[in-house]
């Protein structure tokens, strides 16, 4: 449905058609033309949870670093609803190799924007559920109990999980000094897999962040776990912010964090539960 009030103050026009977009779980999202011929995106909720819009748009605020990706400008905040630039229509499909090496490249400099803790200066959220940041030490201590075993307290995620699974999980965490090496709390999107990182004419450009200070690895871990990236974004990645070795085969643990996700928003699905077992068992 058309909602005039979306455009208040931005002298843009008046609504004039409202196409919807796909991706994401947590919003309605329509790409708006108005009667002054403008196109802008408006994302909407019937009933969202506290503050989502205006976190999202912080987090857009926090990606604007020089020489990183480009992002939406945030054009106006309401309680249930954010409205953003047009970063346009193209596909990530029609990219060329080029596209990939400028993304891993600019990605890497996102990374290199570091902080002296984990977490972030308030929670935000990933999808409709909470993403606690409080700001610690340790990055191990950190991932475990604010990416693995928050999840745990969300019912769909304990009842999707079979009782082994939980066990393996909690013992897991303990154990993550011996499998993840130190690595420094950069700048991270927070929910970077595919759909969210887009042409924005020859600039590559990131939307719906998850924003906070934590493991470049877990980062690659989404994008690889999420999508077929081109092996030439990880080279030119690397360029500019090399990884330690055995990466890769660090990916399916880091991306446990996704997968608990997954079941805490929907509950049972089989895909998620499979990966999530044969990474325990593996660990």
Not at 60 to 70: Q, S, Y
Not at 239 to 255: A, D, I, V
């Amino acid at each position: 449905m058309l909602t005039p009030s979306w455009l208040d103050g931005l002298e843009l026009g008046e609504v004039e058609s409202a196409s919807p977009l796909e991706g994401g779980v947590a919003n309605k999202t329509f790409r708006v033309g108005t009667t002054l011929g403008r196109s802008v995106i408006v994302k909407t909720h019937d009933d969202p949870p506290p503050s989502l819009y205006s976190l999202e748009a912080d987090g857009l605020n926090a990606l604007r670093v020089p020489g990183a990706f480009a992002v939406p400008s945030v054009l106006r905040v309401g309680p249930d609803f954010l409205v953003l630039s047009d970063l346009g229509p193209e596909s990530l499909a029609d990219q060329s190799p080029d596209f990939w090496r400028d993304a891993g490249h600019r990605l890497a400099v996102q990374h290199q924007q570091t902080s002296d803790k984990f977490g972030y200066h308030h929670d935000n959220y990933l999808g409709l559920l909470s993403q606690r940041n409080p700001w610690t030490t340790d990055g191990h201590t950190f991932f475990a109990e604010h990416r693995l075993l928050r999840y745990l307290e969300v019912p769909r995620c304990y009842q999707a999980l079979p009782t082994e699974d939980r066990r393996r999980l909690e013992r897991l965490a303990t154990r993550l000094p011996d499998l993840i090496p130190e690595q420094p709390p950069s700048l991270l999107h927070g929910d970077l897999w595919h759909g969210n990182l887009l042409p924005s004419g020859t600039t590559p450009a990131l939307i719906d962040p998850a924003v906070y200070y934590g493991w470049p690895e877990a980062e690659l871990s989404m994008l690889k776990g999420c999508g077929n990236i081109p092996d030439d974004f990880f080279t030119a990645y690397q360029e500019l912010h090399p990884l330690t070795e055995g990466w890769q085969t660090r990916l399916p643990l880091l991306h446990l964090r996704e997968h608990l996700a997954v079941l805490a928003h929907f509950g049972p699905n089989p895909g998620a539960l499979t990966e999530i077992h044969k990474t325990l068992a593996r660990h």
